[in-house]
C-alpha cells in the first residue's frame, strides 16, 4: 500500500495480495483520520459481502473468488469506542461471467490494484449500537 495527501485528500494505492479493509484502517491510523468518506474501484480475486437480515438482526454473508471489478465502492469513517469504524458497501462484477454481486464489505482482497480517494472531514462522529434497529448508527448528541 502506498499513498499521498493533498490538502485533506488521500490518494491510496492498494497492491496484488492486500485486504481493503485492512489497508484503509491502517492508513487512518497513521494519519489520525476520525471522519470522512472512501470511494474505489479496482480490481479483487475474494470478495465477502454481506446483507442485513433484519428479521435476525445480523449479517448474511458470501464470499465470492475468481476475476471481479470493483464497480462502485463507497462508505463512510467513523469512529466506535474512539477506534477506526468502517462502513463500507461495495459492488463487484465480472462482464464475461454475466456476474454482479453487492452489499456491505466484510473483506477484500486486491488481486492486480486498487485505486482509492478517502476524503478526511474535521471532527468526529461516533457510533453507538442500536438495539431498535440491530447496527451501529451515527450518535450525534452524548
Given at each position: ?27 487512518c ?28 438482526f ?25 477506534e ?59
Amino acid at each position: 500500500m502506498e499513498y499521498r495527501k493533498f490538502g485533506s485528500t488521500y490518494i491510496l494505492r492498494i497492491d496484488r495480495g492486500e485486504e481493503i479493509l485492512a489497508s484503509i484502517t491502517t492508513l487512518c491510523n497513521a494519519e489520525k483520520i476520525r471522519l470522512g468518506s472512501v470511494s474505489g474501484i479496482g480490481a479483487v480475486g475474494e470478495v465477502t459481502l454481506g446483507v442485513f437480515n433484519r428479521e435476525k438482526f445480523a449479517y448474511e454473508s458470501t464470499t465470492y473468488t475468481g476475476d471481479y471489478e470493483i464497480a462502485s465502492c463507497s462508505g463512510t469513517i467513523t469512529t466506535k469506542e474512539g477506534e477506526t469504524y468502517l462502513h463500507i458497501h461495495m459492488a463487484v462484477g465480472n462482464a464475461v461471467k454475466d456476474e454482479c454481486h453487492g452489499g456491505h464489505l466484510n473483506r477484500a482482497v486486491v488481486s492486480l490494484t486498487g485505486e482509492f480517494v478517502i476524503q478526511q472531514l474535521d471532527g468526529t462522529v461516533e457510533r453507538e449500537y442500536s438495539p431498535e434497529v440491530g447496527l451501529n448508527l451515527f450518535k450525534f448528541s452524548e
